[in-house]
């Protein structure tokens, strides 16, 4: 058996290191290369956490690590990983993308092309999805396509049509690839085994929607790190480092494209580049051919990201706390007012009233009658004739 030979191992284990004291995960265990050098690397109190969705990887890794009482492993796709408790605050992630020299070398369910092989392709045998059935399912025309950018799989429309129309009668063999190559290549093709590698490969990467699962991972690893803690990620091939590093530099807030605020000023960065692009030396790449194509990326969560974050919150807490005080004594400003206005308003009314009546009791003392009635009280015989009394006031008397 050939053990799968782990890439920039020790450069890796020693920029994880450099985090601190703490759980680090290895989101694809395979062998148990890079978690061993890690182990050997971190110190008593630190704990590594592998996973892998391939049962024999696990198996051979936990044989490997087993006797490290800081090793623990699980079964599960990284997609998965915040269904395990254990990953939350981790110091550090590691993605080693693609799958392993044993796994090619052991043409594990078909990933290498050799005569005769049944085609499988998932990594997980639990899966519930092959090849064939996706095959069966599929518009050939949309695999085409798919497996078109995935791996520039040249005529790949010809080729899954080819493809769609055995799995509807049998299971498909590594020998399908090739007849599949050639309806669409009748005069035969430039490069046979590099056109056949390109679509084995693109064919894995759909059955196992290996692209969603670094989509769907790589963030929630990001959220599930500690401040200070890193991310790396190796990947081997053009499309998933793409992908890779666009996900990473919109992690850190590093991404040229994102929505500026009304200023103009782009999101405040989550995150700092360590490693911006690192290749395998050319010593490395000698001894492990596999590396040849490698490329590391490292990024680290902002250091206070998480004290930033709680004092934001104090601080939109009071905010929002103030304003609230202000309204509610804004409110009962108001209503005293109201109240005193009230108050004035029903005191000035009593006044006017008064006044009123007082008005109207002098008019009552005016009325000719009762000055008539006066003057005849006090002696005087004719007093319409002495007094001159006007007419009768006939304003309205109030009592
Ligand atoms: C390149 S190998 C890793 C090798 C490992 N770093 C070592 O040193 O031995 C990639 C491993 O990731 C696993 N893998 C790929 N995609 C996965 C996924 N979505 N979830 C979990 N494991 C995955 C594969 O089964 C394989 O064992």
Redesign the pocket.
């Known amino acids: 058996m050939i053990r799968?030979q782990?890439v920039l191992?020790g450069r890796i284990a020693e920029l994880l290191k450099e985090c601190g004291t703490g759980a680090f995960v290895?989101?694809?265990?395979?062998?148990?290369?890079?978690s061993e050098m890690l182990l050997s690397v971190l110190d008593e109190n630190c704990q590594v956490i592998g996973?892998?969705?391939?049962t024999e990887?696990l198996a051979i890794a936990r044989e490997r690590l087993s006797g490290d009482r800081r090793f623990l492993s699980f079964h599960?796709?990284?997609?998965a990983l915040d269904q395990i408790p254990e990953t939350n605050g981790a110091m550090g992630f590691l993605f080693?993308?693609?799958?392993?020299s044993r796994?090619l070398d052991e043409n594990h369910r078909g990933f290498t092309i050799r005569p005769g092989v049944q085609l499988d392709l998932r990594?997980d045998p639990n899966d519930p999805r092959d090849l064939r059935s996706i095959l069966v399912d599929c518009d050939p025309d949309e695999l085409g396509n798919q497996l078109a950018q995935l791996a520039d799989v040249p005529r790949s429309r010809i080729v899954c049509r080819h493809l769609a129309k055995v799995a509807a009668e049998r299971d498909l063999t590594s020998d399908d690839l090739e007849t599949a190559l050639l309806s669409a290549f009748p005069r035969g093709m430039r490069d046979r085994p590099r056109e056949m590698a390109r679509l084995s490969m693109a064919l894995r990467m759909v059955v196992?929607n290996?692209l969603d699962?670094i989509r769907t991972a790589v963030p929630a690893a990001f959220g599930r790190l500690v401040p200070g803690g890193r991310l790396a990620v190796l990947t081997y091939h053009s499309v998933e480092d793409r992908l890779a590093k666009n996900l990473l530099r919109g992690l850190i807030g590093d991404d040229h494209d994102a929505p500026r605020d009304v200023f103009g000023n782009r999101p405040a960065m989550q995150g700092s580049w360590v490693v911006r692009r690192e290749d395998p030396s050319k010593e490395e790449v000698a001894s492990n051919p596999r590396a040849r194509s490698a490329q590391l990326r490292v990024i680290e969560k902002r250091r206070g990201a998480a004290l930033g974050g709680i004092l934001g919150a104090m601080l939109l807490v009071s905010l929002v706390g103030a304003v609230m005080v202000g309204c509610v004594w804004r409110q009962t400003r108001h209503v005293e007012l109201e109240k005193g206005m009230e108050k004035a308003a029903s005191k000035e009314k009593a006044l006017l009233d008064s006044v009123d009546q007082l008005e109207a009791r002098i008019r009552a003392e005016r009325q000719p009658a009762v000055v008539g009635r006066r003057a005849l009280a006090l002696g005087y015989k004719r007093p319409e004739r002495q007094f001159r009394i006007a007419e009768p006031d006939t304003t309205e008397v109030r009592p």
């Open positions: 799968h782990p191992a290895d989101c694809t265990l395979g062998d148990g290369g890079h996973l892998d969705r391939d990887a599960t796709p990284f997609s080693d993308f693609g799958v392993s796994q990594m196992n290996e699962e």
